[in-house]
């Protein structure tokens, strides 16, 4: 017993010098791609300051950022033997750009989203625009909602929207074809009513499609972490689309722009959203129709996210091929691009729409057990009426 005390005692003690090892070195890794902004491992980066200097003010007005953010944070780690990137006041949003909150007035996770007007002069307007009412309720409306807008004091050029938490539309990962093809009807619609109203995207890019997944988890997620839980005190745990089916929605109207009805064909410069291979962005600096870039940069959103990701999904491939043509004139409108889809989708059996989505990276070794227990999952699904599509009513 005392030999394997010491054995132990010392894989410990390895694990340790490990792990101090690999914080040192990622640690370091950030300081070269951020230069010298961050003053300690898990600390604030340069770019977060600003939300640390405005905290007692967002405050005021009703949003409680994280302890993180606070002046007189002290790190929960220092002084222990904690190892930081474990440490909830440890984590941070991917972009500095972009906080999460809680809601004081009714405890509501939300986001806070910095932007400039003077560099995006559109977004505030064409987010009212898609929240305002009739728009924000009809069903087609796949744009995220404003939930306020806040101006800082003394601060003319910065403001604050207040958007609801999301999460990537792929996480987790889709289970059934019946749910890639909801997901798909979904933003095919959203993009469709934006183009109804006059409103072109310019950046519909696969981390502008998020998925509002409340009612799929029954305990919230982190916001910097969404694996985690809330409280962090484990993986979070959900239930399925087709059990919960989550509403899809379009973010980052920055570049966007709002057309008058009588405007059929407007003509913009060249602007480079997320995708920087645009065909006719590439063949020209001349203004374009901003409609069919929006159409070609869906397209490459599910080719890359989905057709390249998953197996069976040959009866989408002849659109979207359409979708990404060169030349801008030859892509399907929305319209069409919604009416082909219909078609397509409703051609298929119940046992396509619920057989399992299976990635083309998958261990083969895995699938006779994900098989079974996706067959099993889809008898009570059956029993329980579900539909495969699972927003649909069939």
Not at 82 to 97: F, G, I, P, R
Not at 147 to 158: C, G, K, N
Not at 234 to 247: M, Q
Request: aromatic share 12%; glycine share 4%; net charge negative.
């Amino acid at each position: 017993m005392v030999f394997f005390d010491i054995f132990n005692s010392k894989l410990r003690a390895q694990k340790k010098a490990e792990e101090e090892e690999r914080s040192k070195l990622e640690f370091e890794q950030l300081r070269l791609a951020l230069g010298s902004s961050i003053p300690f491992p898990g600390g604030l980066h340069l770019e977060e300051t600003w939300w640390r200097d405005h905290f007692l003010w967002l405050k005021e007005v009703g949003y409680q950022l994280r302890s993180r953010y606070a002046p007189d944070w002290v790190p929960s780690w220092q002084g222990t033997d904690k190892y930081w990137a474990l440490c909830e006041d440890s984590l941070h949003m991917v972009t500095t750009q972009v906080v999460s909150a809680t809601r004081m007035s009714d405890g509501a996770h939300v986001v806070l989203k910095r932007i400039q007007p003077s560099a995006h002069p559109h977004e505030i307007e064409i987010s009212r625009f898609l929240s305002s009412e009739p728009l924000k309720g009809q069903r087609e409306n796949h744009s995220v909602e404003m939930l306020d807008v806040l101006h800082i004091p003394d601060e003319a050029d910065e403001a604050i929207l207040v958007l609801p938490l999301l999460r990537p539309f792929d996480d987790p990962p889709f289970e059934t074809i019946g749910e890639i093809i909801d997901f798909v009807r979904q933003v095919f619609e959203g993009l469709q009513f934006m183009h109804k109203h006059r409103v072109a995207h310019r950046d519909c890019m696969n981390l502008n499609i998020m998925m509002d997944p409340m009612e799929m988890y029954p305990h919230p997620y982190h916001p910097c972490s969404p694996a985690l839980r809330l409280d962090m005190k484990g993986w979070v745990k959900h239930r399925s689309r087709t059990e919960c089916p989550p509403r899809y929605l379009f973010i980052d109207f920055g570049i966007s722009r709002h057309y008058q009805a009588s405007e059929s064909a407007p003509l913009e410069l060249p602007i480079w959203g997320g995708y920087k291979n645009v065909p006719e962005f590439l063949l020209s600096d001349e203004a374009c129709n901003p409609f069919p870039t929006d159409v070609w940069y869906l397209g490459i959103a599910l080719q890359q996210q989905l057709l390249d990701v998953y197996r069976g999904l040959g009866f989408m491939e002849p659109l979207v091929s359409d979708m990404v043509q060169n030349d801008p004139a030859q892509r399907p409108t929305m319209d069409e691009v919604m009416s082909r889809f219909a078609t397509t989708y409703q051609a298929l059996s119940a046992w396509q729409l619920r057989s399992r989505a299976v990635m083309k990276k998958e261990w083969i070794i895995r699938r006779p057990f994900r098989e079974t227990f996706h067959w099993l999952r889809c008898l009570r699904f059956l029993s329980r009426h579900l539909p495969a599509i699972p927003s649909l009513t069939l």
